[in-house]
Structure formats: structure tokens, C-alpha cells
């Protein structure tokens, strides 16, 4: 079984400006249906997971908040980058090597994100410039507070 953590952010971005700060290695991949690209590279040695970026329009995202409260969220246009990796090796290798990850492209680009662990859980939304932690209680540590800030 794997997990999966969603990375997305809000407009009609390039594939290729988020791979270069999420994933440099990736490459243009076979599409699933009803995606115009797909960007993929496999990371599993060096990182711990595999990366894909895609796009999309009308989106419709939904996870649970702090207060156990629904998250909605509609973009008009996103880019999905999903990081999913074993279970086998989060703690210790695949999680600190994606949340890098997740602060070069946060810190690279300006739009509106969310960050969801399996599509359930809200872990980090930028709205308006302003970064918010979520479900800081389950998820976070120390080691994370001095790439996302307190």
C-alpha cells in the first residue's frame, strides 16, 4: 500500500516551471484519461517516492481540517503535483525528501496551494500570500517547523 500526498496549486501554470522545482529529473509521460500532460520521474532510490505533475481545470478538492470540519476548495485552473511513496520508508527518507520539495515549489511560485496527505487530511494552505498549518497536532514536528516557518 502507498501513500500519496497532493501538492496543488491554483492557475494555468506550466508543467514544466512546477517539475523544475518539484522534480528536475521529470519527463513527459503517457497521460491518464482526461489529462493534456503528464510529467513523471521515479524517485524511489534517491528520494523515496515517485512524483507526477498534471493539470487541470474545474477542480474540486476536499480534505478535513484541523477542527474535523470539511476543507472545499474550487480552483478554476491547478497543477497536481502527487508525491507517492511506500509506507515502508516515510518518516525516515520519503516525507522529509518531498517536503523540500513542497517548500522549493512554495517558495518559487506565488499562486494559491494546498498540501493533502491521500486526499483526507489538509496539511498546508496558502491563500492570499498567507501559509497556514493544518492538523499541526498528527502531522508535524519539529523537524518541519524551520522549512514551513511556525
Not at 27 to 33: D, G, L, Q, T, V
Not at 81 to 93: E, G, I, V, W
Not at 97 to 102: E, K, L, W
Given at each position: 500500500?502507498?501513500?500519496?500526498y497532493?501538492?496543488?496549486?491554483?492557475?494555468d501554470?506550466?508543467?514544466?516551471?512546477?517539475?523544475?522545482?518539484?522534480?528536475?529529473?521529470a519527463?513527459?509521460?503517457?497521460?491518464?484519461?482526461g489529462?493534456?500532460?503528464?510529467?513523471?520521474?521515479?524517485?524511489e532510490?534517491?528520494?523515496?517516492?515517485?512524483?507526477s505533475?498534471?493539470?487541470?481545470?474545474?477542480?474540486?478538492?476536499?480534505?478535513?481540517?484541523?477542527?474535523?470540519?470539511?476543507?472545499?476548495?474550487?480552483?478554476?485552473?491547478?497543477?497536481d503535483?502527487?508525491?507517492?511513496?511506500?509506507?515502508?520508508?516515510?518518516?525516515?527518507?520519503g516525507?522529509p525528501?518531498?517536503?523540500?520539495?513542497?517548500a522549493?515549489?512554495?517558495?518559487?511560485?506565488t499562486?494559491?496551494?494546498?498540501?493533502?496527505?491521500?486526499?483526507?487530511?489538509?496539511?498546508?494552505?496558502?491563500f492570499?500570500?498567507?501559509?497556514?498549518?493544518?492538523?499541526v497536532?498528527?502531522?508535524?514536528?519539529e523537524?518541519y517547523?524551520?522549512?514551513?516557518?511556525?
Open positions: 500500500m502507498a501513500i500519496e497532493h501538492l496543488t496549486l491554483a492557475g501554470i506550466p508543467l514544466e516551471q512546477v517539475a523544475a522545482l518539484a522534480a528536475p529529473e519527463i513527459e509521460a503517457p497521460a491518464p484519461p489529462y493534456p500532460r503528464l510529467l513523471s520521474a521515479d524517485l532510490e534517491s528520494r523515496g517516492y515517485t512524483v505533475i498534471t493539470s487541470g481545470s474545474h477542480g474540486y478538492y476536499e480534505a478535513q481540517d484541523d477542527d474535523g470540519s470539511q476543507w472545499e476548495w474550487e480552483p478554476e485552473a491547478y497543477v503535483a502527487t508525491f507517492r511513496m511506500s509506507k515502508n520508508d516515510l518518516s525516515r527518507y516525507v525528501n518531498m517536503i523540500a520539495a513542497v522549493r515549489v512554495l517558495a518559487g511560485r499562486e494559491d496551494a494546498a498540501l493533502t496527505l491521500n486526499g483526507d487530511w489538509l496539511l498546508l494552505t496558502r492570499g500570500g498567507e501559509l497556514r498549518k493544518h492538523n497536532a498528527t502531522w508535524y514536528d523537524n517547523d524551520n522549512i514551513f516557518g511556525k
